[in-house]
Nanobody, 116 residues
């Protein structure tokens, strides 16, 4: 099992920037992808961005061009840098790790609110 701890959420004004980080521990050697998902009330959790151990990235259309996902393999930490934030970016952001097995682990979530 992999444990994930997110940090970096908060309140930001429209047009601003925010960075999230997620530190993994446990069976990190088995991880082959880590990513971020967003959930808002009444909606399903949706993919924001994902990065594989090989560095391959995928972004949702809603954040493409405004966000960068990166990974520090040595620290087993994944980062999400978002800019030009919009109110629609508001939600609880969950870190996800996919491991061989397959196994799917989630962090506790961090709230991001984009509002003036």
């Amino acid at each position: 099992q992999v444990q994930l701890v997110e940090s970096g959420g908060g309140l930001v004004e429209p047009g601003g920037s925010l960075g999230l980080s997620c530190a993994a521990s446990g069976r990190i050697a088995s991880i082959y992808a880590m990513g971020w998902y967003r959930q808002t009330p009444g909606k399903q959790r949706e993919l924001v961005a994902i990065i594989t151990t090989g560095g391959r990235t995928t972004y949702s259309d809603s954040v493409k061009g405004r966000s960068t996902i990166s990974r520090d393999g040595a620290k087993s930490t994944v980062y999400l840098q978002m800019s030009s934030l919009k109110p629609d970016d508001t939600g609880v952001y969950y870190c996800n790790a996919v491991s061989y097995g397959p196994m799917n682990d989630w962090g506790q979530g961090t709230q991001v609110t984009v509002s003036s």
